[in-house]
């Protein structure tokens, strides 16, 4: 099957763990999904099997890794890498204060000779293709140059795949959420930056909400990553195949039928309910009953022992469910 990144899903921490992702592989088979990003020191020092394990579905996957010593990120991309990882992700975006007090994430930026040097040694460890993943740009910094700075210095150490979250991160003062709804969205700088840079691919991100708005953005770059949309609306996932893919829609009601398999599967090996259930809280926004679903779901699925039945009393309140295609 024919890698691309025309559409992915995003890294989001605490919410795209491999449940997260399992559920969206069903209702898309093609989007690219990132992992939760993980310290390089945790994917050497921690628990490999929990931090990294994923299933072979899954992919195409890419392990998004967070850190600023070469050294420590190549042996962390290296591992990555030997799990099957399909692409290795360098967190050049994150904000929060305790990803800035480890000098990683977006202040990072400050920084990009650093940053060529992480990806340059990355690289040099791995087969699979190394990616960054940025903001454009940081506090003072003019996005102009920052964004364009930084691509240039990733883009002379090998890096050819970039994406962007098309607003800066103020890194004093605002929070994450807040870091990624106040700073204004500049998608016409991330267009310019694929217009100058014809053989780089470029990946939009920040803000978009629905399909047709990321087929709009398609016309001017080479992929779109969408986060919160494709966690709290995970249905428009079901689209994804048909739109950019070439390939069949998928029907949402055959996705959480198999994610229920999934869910039932992992119940056996210990799982709780609650860590796979959470992630489809919005599956059926718009469709009668999703309330009901929803509500069932947070007040039961928490409870000791809480089993299959949960999420099978909580589906059966979704009237009108698709017809199944024969
Ligand atoms: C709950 C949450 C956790 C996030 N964690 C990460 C992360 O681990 N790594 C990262 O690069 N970005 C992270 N982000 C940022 C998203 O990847 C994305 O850049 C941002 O949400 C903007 O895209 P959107 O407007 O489509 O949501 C996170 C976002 C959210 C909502």
Request: hydrophobic share 45%.
């Amino acid at each position: 099957m024919q890698q691309s990144h025309n559409f992915c899903i995003a890294p989001m921490m605490e919410w795209s763990d491999r449940h997260c992702r399992m559920l969206h592989r069903f209702l898309s088979r093609h989007a690219r999904l990132y992992t939760e990003m993980l310290t390089a020191q945790a994917a050497i020092r921690g628990d490999r099997a929990r931090l990294m394990g994923y299933d072979p579905r899954e992919h195409p996957v890419a392990l998004q890794l967070g850190g600023a010593e070469p050294a420590l990120l190549a042996e962390a991309a290296k591992i990555g890498a030997d799990f099957g990882y399909d692409e290795i992700n360098l967190n050049v975006g994150c904000p929060s204060d305790r990803v800035q007090s480890g000098r990683f994430g977006a202040c990072l930026m400050q920084e990009p000779e650093l940053v060529a040097d992480c990806v340059a040694a990355m690289r040099a460890a791995v087969n699979v293709p190394v990616t960054v993943k940025t903001r454009i740009g940081v506090d003072g910094q003019d996005p102009q140059l920052a964004l364009r700075r930084l691509i240039a210095m990733c883009q002379a150490a090998g890096v050819t795949i970039f994406i962007v979250h098309a607003r800066k991160a103020l890194l004093d003062g605002l929070s994450p959420k807040e870091n990624r709804e106040v700073p204004p969205l500049d998608y016409g700088l991330v267009y310019a930056v694929k217009r100058e840079n014809p053989e780089l691919t470029i990946v939009l991100n920040g803000g978009i909400w629905t399909l047709d708005e990321a087929e709009q953005h398609l016309a001017q770059v080479d992929g779109v990553m969408l986060g919160r949309a494709a966690y709290q609306l995970p249905a428009m996932l079901a689209q994804v195949d048909a739109r950019f893919f070439n390939d069949a829609p998928r029907a949402v009601d055959e996705a959480v039928d198999a994610y229920a398999d999934y869910v039932a599967a992992k119940l056996a090996e210990g799982v709780p309910l609650s860590a796979m259930t959470r992630h489809m809280l919005g599956i059926f926004h718009g469709r009668p009953g999703a309330r009901r679903f929803r509500r069932h779901l947070s007040e039961n699925a928490t409870r000791p022992g809480a089993g299959l039945e949960v999420l099978r009393d909580a589906l059966a309140f979704v009237t009108m469910r698709e017809e199944l295609p024969a």
